[in-house]
């Protein structure tokens, strides 16, 4: 096993540590033996005795420092970067470091949510100061060793030396250093001074994702699991009325099949719990058997009969709800500025345009799955989730339980997108191994994840502005939702304070359907809808498109609103630094272009769509991307990130569509479900400003431009505007080629 691969490590009895708190910091010590700092890395660290220096950091006595990595990892790559930003502070070498995934520790780990694209974001600070503050101490303790000052001893790369050039390993006063206080205040270092941030670093999984090792979810098991397959109503608005499963049971494999439900229904009783909750009111039919083979192929032997309990709704139904929704007067007004109906009155001209999007499942390409082990002792949760505290909080309340008799292991996921956000899964599996009070593991299907998972909801957005004198001088944008709307921040995104006159409603309509969070809430069809928008403002303005942003970026720059969430001048420098990468107005004969801006996730992005006409038809060659995230952790990490947020944007925005007919899904699987396919993804050129600014969010960012450049270029192409998602339907069912 080599360097970074070990994830042995990970399990929750790892964390045994006393506490010692200070300035807001816990850091937890065990007595250790000394680090070796000449040491070579072996074949098998496995083999290596490693012990306890706080909750974040094991050090070796063959002098190798094990960093957990405290948030979940779902391809987003901070199981990576964020042990990088400790190892800097910690200043060890990159290379004699493994990684392993931490456990739900609630007291050491802060924020342990993978959501939001706000990991990094959230415990830059906290990771800088735990390796900062751990290095510190390990100093102290050989200055007391040297009868020193500290301040005249260096450390680097696992090493302390003093003015005479003598060396300790930080091993060497490792126990030394545990009986110290922690220090309130330490040193971090110069940005210029990094050695490992800033710097490529490959994903510390890489081996085992291509050698198929264990790793995620579906391949955790235990002696003595029970596969589960679960049947859940086929329609939204069905309950369980009857089923018989003489058949099922009848097939090899097959241990029983039982029914869950009473306890959701007594959870969902006891009113608001968590924001991850969505569970259905029905009885749901388990399959328990020995492997997920039987237990699905069981599943399908049952024969159920469902009753209606609310209405079943279909797509047409919604786009008649929303269209009314746009048209209603009365709206939840999130931000309003100036004179409005005074504006759209003087106006020159008034511009006025209706978008639309379905709604969208979220497709992880590894389907909702989740091992618990219910004892009356204690319960063991362990699978992919990017919540794991709001598992654990929810199964205490299912099932009457301290949250301390529950502890929660985090695997590595195949996607989330935001669907593993919610907790329903992992409280189906806590439901089950109660009620046969076995080990279990939930297993669902790629059809299951389709048709009774949670959606991004269907929403439509009505945009209107007023010209006078060359200027815009007011903007109205009214967002019709289903079960929610755009949250409150949104509503100060670009163009909020660049237009005098300027507000923003939103209406819902509450349905049946279970909608959430999917990549870049709201933002991922908003951005195309305002980006489309802008386009055809300055076709009338006769502006260049991004000469347009830039003018109205002006106004908000030195702006005193303490609402506003984006910087004006942030969002300027991406906006030009695309500009001049993607050769904006000079591009050869024959090659339209598309540009698009957006501000989300506390990230500016800019983007440029390069596309071509083929026999005809639209096609995508190139994107050109500039983004500001401050500082950059692992430049290849953020790189992959925005160009699959990329080409996850253009192929939604291009071919997504999903509909439902009497409350059921109409796709089941990639069948009927088109997504982006591998000859049809551009080329995408990433480009990163310089700035020595926190870093912000990169998991999300690049998707909600994306659309909104390509239907800008097509248009640049074809001189026809977009206003439905999926594009396709808009160009009359044409194949973009890539």
Same mark, same amino acid.
């Given at each position: &096993? ?5 994830? /042995?490590? $990970? ?39 490693? /012990? ?354 529950? $502890?929660?292991?985090?695997?590595? &996921? ?27 593991? &939930? ?14 909801? $269907? ?280």
């Amino acid at each position: &096993m080599k360097l970074h691969k070990n994830d /042995n490590f $990970s399990r929750r009895n790892f964390l045994k540590t006393s506490v010692l708190a200070s300035g807001g910091m816990l850091i937890g010590f065990n007595f250790l033996t000394a680090c070796k700092p000449e040491a070579k890395m072996p074949e098998d660290i496995a083999s290596l005795n490693f /012990n306890d220096f706080n909750a974040y950091i094991k050090i070796s006595d063959k002098g190798y420092v094990t960093i957990f990595s405290p948030n979940p990892e779902i391809g987003q790559g901070v199981k990576t970067s964020m042990p990088m930003i400790i190892a800097e502070e910690l200043d060890v070498e990159w290379k004699n470091v493994t990684v392993a995934q931490g456990v739900l520790d609630i007291k050491n780990y802060k924020r342990q949510i993978a959501g939001g694209s706000q990991s990094i974001r959230s415990n830059w600070n906290v990771l800088r100061q735990t390796g900062a503050t751990a290095k510190q101490m390990l100093v102290t303790a050989a200055a007391n060793k040297w009868k020193v000052d500290a301040s005249t001893l260096k450390a680097s790369k696992g090493t302390i030396t003093n003015a005479n050039g003598e060396t300790l390993g930080y091993g060497d006063v490792v126990k030394e250093a545990a009986l110290l206080e922690v220090p309130e205040k330490v040193k971090l270092k110069e940005i210029k001074d990094f050695s490992i941030i800033g710097k490529d670093a490959i994903n510390v999984d890489i081996d085992k994702i291509i050698t198929g090792k264990p790793l995620f979810g579906l391949d955790y098991k235990t002696e003595g699991m029970l596969y589960a397959s679960v049947l859940r109503p086929p329609s939204f608005g069905q309950v369980l009325a009857s089923f018989d499963a003489t058949q099922a049971k009848n097939i090899s494999g097959v241990v029983d099949v039982i029914t869950i439900g009473d306890k959701a229904r007594k959870f969902l009783d006891k009113g608001y719990v968590s924001w991850t909750v969505a569970l259905s009111e029905s009885d749901k039919v388990v399959v328990l058997a020995t492997s997920t083979w039987a237990a699905i192929k069981a599943k399908k032997a049952i024969k159920a009969i469902w009753k209606d309990t609310s209405q079943l709704e279909s797509t047409e139904l919604h786009h008649q709800k929303l269209t009314s929704l746009l048209d209603r007067k009365k709206t939840k007004v999130l931000r309003e500025d100036g004179n409005l109906t005074k504006a759209f009155k003087e106006a020159d001209t008034v511009i006025e345009r209706v978008y639309s999007s379905p709604f969208l499942p979220h497709n992880c390409m590894e389907p909702m799955n989740f091992y618990a082990n219910v004892t009356a002792a204690k319960i063991d949760l362990v699978g992919p989730t990017q919540t794991p505290a709001e598992v654990q909080k929810s199964v205490a309340v299912l099932l009457d339980r301290k949250k301390e008799e529950i $502890s929660v292991e985090m695997t590595r &996921m195949g996607g989330g997108f935001g669907r593993r956000l919610y907790a329903d899964f992992a409280i189906e599996a806590a439901e089950i191994s109660n009620k046969v009070k076995k080990p279990i593991k &939930m297993v669902s299907t790629r059809e299951d994840d389709m048709t009774t998972g949670i959606y991004k909801p $269907s929403v439509k957005y009505s945009i209107k502005a007023s010209l006078k004198g060359g200027k815009i001088t007011g903007y109205h944008l009214k967002e019709a939702a289903i079960n929610g709307g755009m949250y409150g921040a949104i509503s100060n995104f670009f163009p909020a304070g660049c237009i005098p006159n300027f507000k923003v409603e939103s209406a819902t309509y509450n349905s049946n359907i279970t909608t959430g969070a999917w990549r870049a809430p709201y933002t991922n069809f908003l951005a195309f809808a305002e980006q489309s928008f802008f386009d055809e403002l300055a076709t009338e303005l006769k502006v260049d498109p991004i000469q347009l942003r830039l003018n109205l970026l002006q106004k908000v720059k030195n702006t005193t609103d303490k609402k506003i969430q984006y910087s004006g001048k942030r969002m300027e420098d991406v906006i030009k630094l695309v500009r001049q990468k993607g050769n904006w107005g000079k591009s050869s004969n024959g090659v339209y272009q598309g540009f698009a801006a957006y501000y989300s996730h506390n990230t500016h992005v800019a983007e440029i769509a390069d596309l071509v006409l083929q026999d005809g038809k639209p096609v995508i060659k190139k994107v050109t991307v500039a983004v500001d995230c401050g500082v950059v952790v692992n430049p290849t990490g953020a790189k992959n990130q925005v160009e699959g947020g990329v080409i996850d944007g253009i192929g939604h925005a291009m071919y997504a569509d999903f509909a439902f007919k009497d409350g059921k899904p109409q796709s089941k699987n990639f069948d009927s479900y088109r997504l982006i396919r591998m000859q049809e993804t551009p080329k995408v050129e990433v480009h990163f400003v310089q700035n020595e600014l926190s870093p912000t969010g990169l998991g999300e960012p690049a998707l909600p431009p994306a659309g909104g450049a390509v239907a800008n270029a097509i248009n640049a192409a074809l001189g026809k505007r977009m206003y439905n998602l999926p594009l396709v339907k808009e160009l009359e069912k044409s194949t973009i080629l890539g």
